[in-house]
C-alpha cells in the first residue's frame, strides 16, 4: 500500500541530498523496491534495467546488486553486477546491461542489504541484418491518476508484447476532471521535492508496475511532466523564463529518475535529450521524438496570455505559415531527416506526443486549428511529410497520443489539396485514464476532415500493433469503463497498412 507520509518524508530528505561514499545498508525497516523495476531501450546485446529505492533511507549512496538471467527462476545468471543508488538522483539505479544474446527474453532482478525485488521480463532486440517475422508492441499515453485506474495494463500485458512505447503525459502535474477515482492529496509540483513525490504516486499503481515489470519500454514525454502547453522556455501562465527553467530541470531530472532511461539520456539542468532510434532487425525501426523542448511557441495565444495553445481561425493568425516555426527544433529535424533515410528498415514508426495530421476545428466554411499539436506548426508538418516522400521511405507510419481519443487517417503533404498523394499512415491512441472531449463533438468535425478514417474519443484504452513483412496491424483496444480495476476491454476497431500502400484499410 502507498504510504503517503512515509514517502513525503524520505523525499524531502532526497531532496537535499547530495552524492555520498557508498555503504552497505542495514536491514530495510519496509520493502525499498515498492516501486517496481522496469526495463527499457533494448537492443541486440542487451537492454537498460531500472529500479528506485523506497522508505525511511539515509541520504548515502547505497550499493545494489543486479541479476539477470536466462530462467524465469533465476538460476541461470548470465550476467551479473553491482550499481550505485545514490541520493542526488533519488536512489534510482539504472544499469545498462551489455554483452546478452540478440532477439530473446531474458529475467532480472535487483538486491540491496537483505531485500529482493520482484523479478522483471524483459528482452534484446535481434541484430540490425535479421530478418524477424514478427514484431508485437502496444503504445499508450496520458495517464492520469485521479481521473481512473491504470487497468489498461493488465490487457496490455496479456497481449504478451515485445515492448511498450508511452507517448507522453506519464503524470499529471494539475488536477482536474470529473468523477474521480483516487486523489493526488498534493498541490501542483514545482519543485524536485515535489515531482519526486508525484512520481511516486503513479507509480504505486500495480497495473503500472506489472506492464514495466512484463516487457521493455521506450518513452518519450509530453507537456502534463512539466506544465501544461509549455513550449521551450515558455509555460502557459506567464512564469519568468529563469524560474519556469529551474521547474522544468526539476521536472526532467524527476522523470529520468523514475524511467528506464540509458545514461547518455541523463539531464544537465533544463535540458535533456530524449530523441533516438531503436532498429527491429530489418523489419521495424523506431524513430522516438521529443515535441516539447525545442519547439517554436504557439502562435496567437488565447488574449492576455504570453503562452500556451489556442484555437485559432487560419486566415486570423497568419504566424502559422511563418516557415521559421519548428515543431522540433532545426537540429532534431535534420537528424530525423538523416536518420529516416539511412534507415533499411521495412516499416519506420515515428513514435511522437501529439496528432499530427490535419483536423479542421469548424463545422462548415473557414478553417479552425488548435495550435498545440502539429496543426499549430504547418510548415514543420509539410517539411516532414515532404521528406518522407522525396526520401521515399518505406512504409511510415507514425503514432501519437494526447488527445485522448482514438484517431486514424491518411498523411499528406498538403490535406488541402485533392490530388496530394497519401504518403503515410497514423494512429493515435486515446488516453490510459485522460478525460476527452465528447463524441458528438468529433462527429460534428468529421465531414471536415476526409483524411481522417475513424475519430473517437468514447473509451479509454490502448493501441496494439502487429508488424511483419507484408504488413502492420493496428487494434484500437477500449475500456470498457476506468472506474473499476477489473474491467473489461474490447476492440473497437482494426486497420491493416499493406507494404507498400500508404493509409490505413479497415480490417
Not at 175 to 192: C, D, I, M, Q, T
Not at 302 to 331: I, Q, Y
Request: aromatic share 12%; net charge neutral; proline share 8%.
Amino acid at each position: 500500500m502507498f504510504d503517503r507520509r512515509r514517502f513525503l518524508q524520505a523525499l524531502g530528505a532526497l531532496g537535499a541530498a547530495r552524492a555520498a561514499p557508498l555503504v552497505a545498508q542495514p536491514p530495510f525497516r519496509a520493502d525499498p523496491f515498492a516501486l517496481g523495476v522496469a526495463s527499457g531501450y533494448p537492443h541486440p546485446g542487451g537492454f537498460v534495467l531500472w529500479t528506485r529505492l523506497m522508505g525511511d533511507l539515509d541520504p548515502i549512496a547505497i550499493p545494489v546488486r543486479w541479476e539477470v538471467a536466462s530462467d524465469e527462476a533465476m538460476h541461470s545468471v548470465v550476467a551479473s553486477g553491482t550499481a550505485e543508488a545514490s541520493p542526488e538522483w533519488a536512489h534510482s539505479v539504472h544499469v545498462e546491461a551489455r554483452g546478452l544474446e540478440p532477439d530473446r527474453w531474458y529475467w532480472y532482478r535487483f538486491a540491496a542489504g537483505d531485500a529482493l525485488s520482484p523479478i522483471g521480463r524483459t528482452r534484446t532486440a535481434p541484430v540490425f541484418k535479421a530478418t524477424p517475422s514478427r514484431l508485437r508492441f502496444a503504445f499508450a499515453s496520458c495517464q492520469h491518476y485521479e481521473q481512473g485506474f491504470f487497468n489498461a495494463y493488465r490487457h496490455i500485458v496479456a497481449d504478451d508484447p515485445d515492448l511498450i512505447a508511452f507517448l507522453g503525459d506519464y503524470i499529471y502535474e494539475s488536477s482536474w476532471g470529473r468523477e474521480h477515482v483516487r486523489k493526488h492529496n498534493a498541490g501542483e509540483p514545482y519543485s524536485l521535492a515535489d515531482y519526486r513525490i508525484r512520481y511516486a504516486l503513479y507509480k504505486s499503481d500495480p497495473d503500472l508496475q506489472a506492464a514495466h515489470a512484463a516487457c521493455p519500454w521506450i518513452v518519450t514525454w509530453d507537456d502534463h511532466e512539466v506544465d501544461n502547453d509549455y513550449a521551450d522556455d515558455r509555460p502557459e501562465d506567464g512564469m519568468p523564463r529563469e524560474q519556469f527553467l529551474a521547474r522544468r530541470a526539476a521536472a526532467y531530472k524527476a522523470y529520468y529518475e523514475h524511467m528506464p532511461l540509458p545514461e547518455r539520456m541523463r539531464p544537465q539542468g533544463p535540458n535533456m535529450r530524449i530523441y533516438t532510434q531503436l532498429g527491429w532487425g530489418t523489419l521495424a525501426r523506431f524513430f522516438v521524438l521529443d515535441d516539447r523542448q525545442y519547439r517554436s511557441w504557439q502562435a496567437c495565444p488565447r488574449p492576455g496570455r504570453r503562452g500556451g495553445s489556442n484555437t485559432v481561425d487560419v486566415e486570423k493568425c497568419p504566424a502559422l505559415l511563418n516557415p521559421r516555426r519548428t515543431m522540433l527544433g532545426h537540429a532534431q529535424e535534420r537528424w530525423l531527416e538523416s536518420a529516416l533515410t539511412a534507415s533499411a528498415a521495412r516499416w519506420n514508426v515515428i513514435a511522437q506526443q501529439t496528432r499530427l495530421l490535419q483536423f479542421d476545428e469548424l463545422p462548415g466554411p473557414g478553417r479552425r486549428v488548435w495550435t498545440d499539436p502539429w496543426d499549430g506548426y504547418p510548415e514543420a508538418r509539410k517539411r516532414l511529410l515532404s521528406t518522407l516522400q522525396a526520401r521515399r521511405i518505406a512504409n511510415p507510419v507514425v503514432i501519437g497520443g494526447d488527445v485522448h481519443a482514438f484517431l486514424v487517417g491518411d498523411l499528406k503533404p498538403d490535406f488541402d489539396h485533392p490530388d496530394s498523394p497519401v504518403v503515410a499512415s497514423e494512429f493515435v491512441g486515446t488516453s490510459i485514464t485522460s478525460q476527452g472531449w465528447p463524441q458528438e463533438w468529433f462527429e460534428q468535425r468529421l465531414p471536415e476532415n476526409r483524411h481522417v478514417k475513424l475519430g473517437d474519443s468514447r473509451y479509454r484504452g490502448y493501441v496494439r500493433v502487429e508488424v511483419t513483412p507484408g504488413s502492420l496491424r493496428a487494434d484500437l483496444r477500449a475500456m470498457e469503463t476506468v472506474q473499476k480495476r477489473d474491467a473489461a476491454c474490447n476492440t473497437l476497431a482494426s486497420f491493416v497498412v499493406e507494404d507498400g500502400k500508404p493509409g490505413p484499410q479497415r480490417a
